[in-house]
């Protein structure tokens, strides 16, 4: 059965029909062609099809098309800035060497924005913590750290 829905993309209202049994990351991927969004587990274990909906972080491969009537969407693609350029945070990432495949990376950028529009001064354990639904098999954590890090840094002098 299909169902129109209207919610935010990335900051662009958007009318779409959806199948009742499609999850959001299916939507995003398959009807948007938004695949920045990456499918790993396809069961919320992992991260890697991350999104922000109303501002926080949610796994969309878990979570149906059709909740997302009336939402706040900001996917990858929504994440730099409107020039095209990389946000601090991507910029971070690729700085650090935090990027190896690439796999996660959407995901972990997705939770870091959350994290950091939470908390605009974590200490290196709530980074953790604010990061711990999301995996990577290749870069062993402790550059993303440091990104993350880096970014809290760079804002915080911004400020001074
Ligand atoms: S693909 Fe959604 S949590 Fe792994
Ligand atoms: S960079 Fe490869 S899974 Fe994280």
């Known amino acids: 059965m299909l169902k129109k829905i209207n919610c935010i993309i990335n900051g662009e209202p958007k009318e779409i029909e959806v199948d009742v049994r499609e999850s959001l990351l299916d939507m995003l991927r398959n009807r948007l062609h938004l695949t920045g969004t990456k499918q790993g587990c396809g069961v919320g274990e ?5 999104v922000l909906i109303d501002g926080n972080t949610i796994d969309s491969c878990i979570y149906m098309a059709v909740w997302a009537d ?13 020039d095209g350029s990389l946000s601090d945070i991507q910029q971070n990432y690729v700085d650090k060497g935090a990027v190896q495949c690439g796999f996660c990376t959407p995901g972990f950028v997705i939770s870091t924005t959350a994290l950091l529009n939470k908390n605009d001064d974590p200490s290196r354990d709530e980074i953790r913590r604010g990061l711990s639904g999301n995996l990577c098999r290749c870069t062993g954590y402790q550059k993303i750290l440091d ?3 880096t970014t809290v840094e760079q804002r915080r002098n911004s400020k001074k």
């Open 46 to 50: 992992c991260g890697a099809c991350a």
């Open 70 to 82: 009336g939402k706040n969407i900001t996917t990858i693609e929504g994440i730099s800035k409107p």
């Open 147 to 149: 990104a993350v890090e």
